[in-house]
Nanobody
Framework: QVQLVESGGGLVQAGDSLRLSCAAS????????WAWFRQTPGKEREFVAG????????TYADAVKDRFTIDRDNAKSMVFLQMNSLKTEDTGVYYC???????????????????WGQGTQVTVSS
């Protein structure tokens, strides 16, 4: 069973940057697709960014495109989310999800991911 642990969240001001990390343990991750999602109270968990098993392809939600960057380090079993130019609407709990790879595809629906971390809170103040 894979365990995921997110870290790096915090309270920042609008315009600042944060780098989230997600570490996996329990099995090798080089055949898995990773993604970051976020959730705010009363709302559905939404897709933020995803990356294929080898890092060759990434995809982003329109709301974060050109501000966020996802990358991964398979040797360390980690995925990262670099968040720049943060906005108040980026506030939420950020979760990393992982699933077995589907060649050439990055699912954006939560039900496509089998493994989740506990989340890390990101709060952006104005």
């Amino acid at each position: 069973q894979v365990q995921l642990v997110e870290s790096g969240g915090g309270l920042v001001q609008a315009g600042d940057s944060l780098r989230l990390s997600c570490a996996a343990s329990g099995r090798p991750v080089n055949t898995f697709t990773w993604a970051w999602f976020r959730q705010t109270p009363g709302k559905e968990r939404e897709f933020v960014a995803g990356i294929t098993w080898n890092g060759g392809r990434t995809t982003y939600a329109d709301a974060v495109k050109d501000r966020f960057t996802i990358d991964r380090d398979n040797a360390k079993s980690m995925v990262f989310l670099q968040m720049n130019s943060l906005k108040t609407e980026d506030t939420g709990v950020y979760y990393c999800g992982m699933r077995l790879k589907i060649e050439g595809k990055i699912p954006i629906n939560t039900n496509e991911y089998k493994n989740w971390g506990q989340g890390t809170q990101v709060t952006v103040s104005s």
